[in-house]
């Protein structure tokens, strides 16, 4: 190891002794073999604190430079996780409409909207089921054969593949939703039935474009 390597290395143990860097963040031994690489530069410790670059920093070492780095954050943690999916360490989309739509997201100079209320799901499901009820209708309480199958297909997958399997159930099911939606909202003869396939309509057809998304996946 350089003299830089030994007193960086050094450095960061004084900081490890403070208190600033915990055992967890860096230990020794993976800053002697990121020092020794012989690469002309190495990241040592990725998404400091305030207070552990400010301590890392005051040690003066020359050499030593702070990065900002963009991250995507998840306001409401991992609420439909399934469908956003996630990002890996350099902020690339792996799964997902991260994956899906990595290239518009980086290129993006602002945000990108996106839209997708959990709420809605719960306020058509409780509406359904009060029709249902004052009709005496009896919903079903589990998928059906091919729903099941569909089910243990995916739970028998992982990465690409399963993204992709996923991606390909969700844009056949709400095409096949909106077609019986829309055969129910232009011919339907029970007026609170075809009402609701009205109402419903426009929002599977936002979800379908989120499946489409989806899709694009590789």
Not at 82 to 88: E, I, L, R
Request: charged share 25%.
């Amino acid at each position: 190891m350089d003299p830089f390597g030994e007193r960086a290395w050094r450095g960061f143990a004084t900081c490890r002794e403070r208190g600033a860097i915990s055992a967890q963040d860096l230990s020794p031994a993976e800053i002697r073999t990121k020092l020794a690489s012989g690469r002309s530069f190495a990241y040592l410790k990725r998404s400091l604190t305030p207070r552990q670059e400010y301590a890392v920093n005051n040690l003066g070492i020359p050499g030593i430079e702070f990065e900002p780095e963009e991250r995507r954050i998840y306001p409401l943690g991992d609420l439909v996780s399934h469908a956003v999916g996630y990002c890996g360490v350099d902020n690339v989309g792996e799964a997902g409409i991260e994956r899906g739509l990595n290239p518009t997201i980086k290129g993006a100079d602002g945000p990108v909207a996106l839209a997708l209320d959990a709420r809605v799901q719960y306020v058509l499901k409780d509406e359904l089921q009060q029709i249902a009820e004052e009709e005496d209708i009896t919903l079903p309480a589990q998928p059906d054969q091919q729903g099941m199958a569909a089910q243990r297909k995916l739970q028998a997958l992982n990465g690409t593949a399963f993204d992709q399997s996923y991606a390909q159930q969700q844009l056949g099911d709400h095409q096949q939703a909106i077609a019986l939606f829309r055969k129910e909202a232009t011919s339907g003869q029970d007026p609170a039935l075809k009402s609701y396939a009205q109402k419903t309509l426009p929002i599977l057809q936002q979800h379908l474009q989120l499946a489409q998304s989806l899709r694009s996946v590789r």
